[in-house]
């Protein structure tokens, strides 16, 4: 069996001493680059990976980053954090960090939560999701000085603190637009969007990509919006209602893959629909669908928690990360 390096073997490759390795992955910035780069090309040589648990111990700290675990949503959408989470686990391990999954019941209850897991000393900083218009969670973080990144915007937070709020997001207008201006470009006119009923934030930003791209185009849009829950069956409803009103969809283009299978099983077959979220749903049924990189979120999420010198430093400066979709075609 081979054995697993040690910080001894670590120093020897590296040709400096052990306190000079220990303070490569607790203090790096007090050793110099050129012999931090030396002892980080050891570690990398021989595969160390420091004991977790005795450095909880030199630091205080736990390495590990706290997230709330939604309740049981859709089966359809609900897998989209499903893939966030999983993402998130590896990127958080690839910087030594574990993830701690914890449930809340409501915005007030998560922010419980979190000041419990804080006095414990069991995370170090926190990942939001789901964020929503003045989210509570977001400014109780932001005064109470704790490490946190949101993957959302901060939607509705003045502009004069914006940003110093660190967060992640996909770039859902740029999506809609993309699908949307792809029908355009073809000579599609009455293109339709399903959506949902409230307009704001990740709401907002879907429907805007789709008015964008129609007005640009100076086509017209009138009757050609429908907003429902996300709902399989609400979605199928509103658009066959539509279509007995004597509305002509050619196309439609949708804020989820849950309200295009709705529009796919009401309308004709040779009318294509696109979702949102690029779900195993949409892949079964080879309907296109708007495709989030979960797997760049992630990191990127992870790279602005713990700074980008590739150690654990916390709290880390305010980042934001606009991401951009892409459609996959069917």
């Given amino acids: 069996m081979q054995r697993t390096p040690t910080v001894v073997d670590v120093a020897t490759v590296a040709q400096v001493s052990r306190q000079t390795v220990s303070n490569v992955l607790n203090s790096p910035d007090i050793v110099r680059p050129a012999t931090r780069e030396r002892v980080e090309r050891a570690i990398a040589e021989l595969g ?3 004991n977790a648990a005795a450095r909880r111990l030199r630091t205080q700290r736990s390495s590990t980053l706290g997230i709330r675990l939604d309740h049981e949503q ?3 959408s609900g897998v989209v954090l499903d893939r966030f989470l999983h993402a998130l686990v590896e990127a958080a391990d690839a910087r030594g960090f574990r993830v701690l999954l ?12 979190i000041e419990a897991l804080i006095e414990g000393a069991d995370a170090d900083g926190f990942v939001i999701t ?7 969670r977001l400014s109780w973080l932001h005064d109470h000085d704790v490490p946190f990144v949101s993957f959302g915007r901060p ?3 003045p502009l004069d603190v914006w940003d110093s709020y660190p967060w992640v997001d996909i770039d859902g207008r740029a999506g809609v637009r993309g699908a949307t201006q792809h029908f355009l470009a073809a000579g ?9 009923p409230t307009r704001f934030g990740q709401d907002d930003e879907r429907r805007q990509g789709w008015v964008e791209a129609m007005d640009a185009a100076g086509t017209p849009r009138d009757g050609l919006e429908l907003a429902v829950e996300d709902d399989v069956d609400a979605a199928a409803a509103a658009v066959r209602t539509a279509l007995s009103a004597g509305v002509d969809f050619e196309a439609v283009v949708c804020a989820s893959d849950t309200l295009a299978l709705g529009a796919r099983m009401a309308l004709p077959a040779a009318v294509p629909v696109v979702g949102y979220d690029d779900t195993p749903v949409a ?6 669908s708007v495709a989030q990189p979960l797997g760049e979120a992630a990191r990127a999420v992870v790279d602005v928690l713990l700074g980008s010198t590739g150690h654990a430093v916390l709290p880390a400066p305010a980042g934001h990360h606009l991401l951009e979709p892409s459609v996959v075609w069917r």
């Fill in 48 to 50: 160390y990976r420091p």
């Fill in 74 to 76: 859709n089966g359809i």
């Fill in 102 to 113: 914890f449930t809340a019941d409501s915005p007030e209850d998560e922010i419980a939560q």
């Fill in 130 to 136: 789901a964020t929503a218009e003045n989210d509570p």
């Fill in 155 to 157: 939607w509705g937070v």
């Fill in 188 to 196: 599609t006119q009455r293109i339709g969007y399903l959506g949902w």
């Fill in 283 to 288: 892949g079964a049924l080879g309907m296109p």
